[in-house]
């Protein structure tokens, strides 16, 4: 088995949101949220927007600095890191952006996008870069003549391969995708997540995939992460949570990925109302304002994610799993 490149233990992301004149309140945008990620492996966050996945990933590059919690990669507690120490760990740990265009700099060429990139982390010398940014782009699918084209004169999926291109340039360990083929179209959705499959197997890289497409999240997940309103709600292998889902918000979400088997329909699990504001959320279990089997306890109860007697590697945060399960 592989040994944990990332350790997330007990992060927490709050912002600070005036309410009214001279009142301040904490939004718990990630709250008490622990998963590793092995080496070689894609592990996937999914859920509803606002349930706080993009925002974990973020907190773990460091671009939002955590409330509280532990980032341990490689070994190492990014959270008590110098700044100088930490810039010389983000080559390790790169991401791709949702918005391939917002995330290119319009006034940059590809090369000096990448040149960039490669000349803060000391990769070869000024002369040697272009030749090996050439290599990168056929690495992606682009061109060698783009290397001097400017982002607005790609297509969307073109900018996208820019991103990975940039993200490899700095010959990363861990790529945190942060919803990186929802803006694109589904032909083009798939030629990305293929090729990110293959320079996952070429240079061995490791993937934290953001994303609320179970769909694609299948496609390329070895393991899943559900969260709801800033908490995990389960995490399984990718295998075992599509055919066994144990959390009733899990089940919802699966329930509502389209199907053409007209023969044989799925059955619905709709949710009642509205995800909870993070300003007021409930107490107890987070998500139980919308859960059909939610019970009185359900209120006053925290779940923690527990390990299921049957499979010790599916865990789940619901005092009623083996009642419903």
Request: net charge neutral; with cysteine; glycine share 6%.
């Amino acid at each position: 088995m592989s040994e944990p490149l990332l350790e997330v233990r007990n992060l927490k992301k709050y912002f600070p949101v005036k309410t009214g004149f001279a009142k301040t309140t904490q939004v718990k945008a990630v709250d008490d949220v622990s998963f590793t990620v092995n080496a070689g492996e894609t592990v996937s966050i999914v859920g509803e927007s606002g349930c706080g996945k993009s925002t974990t990933g973020r907190a773990i590059m460091q671009l939002d600095k955590p409330t509280a919690g532990q980032i341990i990669f490689n070994g190492v507690d990014l959270m008590t890191l110098s700044k100088s120490d930490l810039r010389k760990t983000r080559g390790d740990i790169q991401m791709i952006f949702q918005d391939p265009f917002a995330s290119l700099n319009p006034r940059q060429t590809v090369y000096h996008m990448l040149n960039e990139v490669m000349a803060v982390q000391g990769i070869g010398k000024n002369g040697q870069r272009r030749e090996k940014i050439k290599e990168l782009l056929a690495t992606v699918g682009l061109l060698e003549h783009q290397i001097d084209l400017l982002p607005h004169q790609f297509s969307g999926g073109q900018r996208q391969r820019i991103g990975i291109a940039r993200a490899l340039a700095a010959n990363p360990k861990l790529i945190v995708c942060d919803e990186a083929v929802s803006a694109l179209d589904v032909s083009i959705q798939a030629q990305v997540l293929n090729l990110l499959k293959d320079l996952q197997k070429e240079l061995n890289l490791t993937y934290l995939f953001i994303s609320h497409d179970l769909g694609v999240v299948r496609h390329i997940s070895d393991k899943i992460i559900v969260m709801y309103l800033g908490k995990v709600m389960e995490i399984s292998e990718s295998e075992a949570l599509f055919n066994r889902p144990r959390h009733p918000y899990t089940k919802a979400l699966l329930s509502a990925i389209p199907t053409i088997d007209f023969d044989n329909p799925k059955e619905k699990l709709i949710l009642q109302g509205d995800v909870p504001t993070p300003l007021d959320p409930p107490t107890g279990c987070p998500f139980h304002t919308r859960c059909p089997f939610a019970i009185e306890a359900c209120k006053q109860t925290v779940p923690a994610v527990e390990p299921q007697k049957d499979d010790p590697t599916h865990g789940v945060a619901c005092i009623r799993t083996e009642e419903i399960a």
